[in-house]
Nanobody
């Protein structure tokens, strides 16, 4: 069992920056591929950024490339998402996600083994 707890998020003006983090705990949590999904009201949950268990490869959804950066610290079991140049369309609940290392990156909602509780990110125009 892996537990994921997000922190960070909040309200920011367009063009600003925010950072969210996800602390993982549980057996072998550092061996999981990790990622961030987001879900806006009335929309499907979508993958935003993901990183392999080793940190050797990452994935970004097209609309966040060049603005968001995912990283992980396996010694601390924490995954970070740095979000810069935020836009109102980035407003959503952001969820931390973990998938088995045998799953490729990017992984889909259906391939996610564990979820965090979600944290709200609101970007005002």
């Amino acid at each position: 069992q892996v537990q994921l707890v997000e922190s960070g998020g909040g309200l920011v003006q367009a063009g600003g920056s925010l950072s969210v983090s996800c602390a993982a705990s549980g057996r072998t949590s550092r061996n999981y591929n990790m990622g961030w999904f987001r879900q806006a009201p009335g929309k499907d949950r979508e993958a935003v950024a993901q990183i392999t268990w080793s940190g050797g490869r990452s994935y970004y959804e097209d609309s966040v490339k060049g603005r968001f950066t995912i990283s992980r610290d396996n010694a601390k079991n924490i995954v970070y998402l740095q979000m810069n140049s935020l836009k109102p369309e980035d407003t959503a609940v952001y969820y931390c996600a973990a998938s088995l290392p045998t799953t490729s990156v990017p992984f889909m909602v259906s391939e996610t083994n564990y979820w965090g509780q979600g944290t709200q990110v609101t970007v005002s125009s």
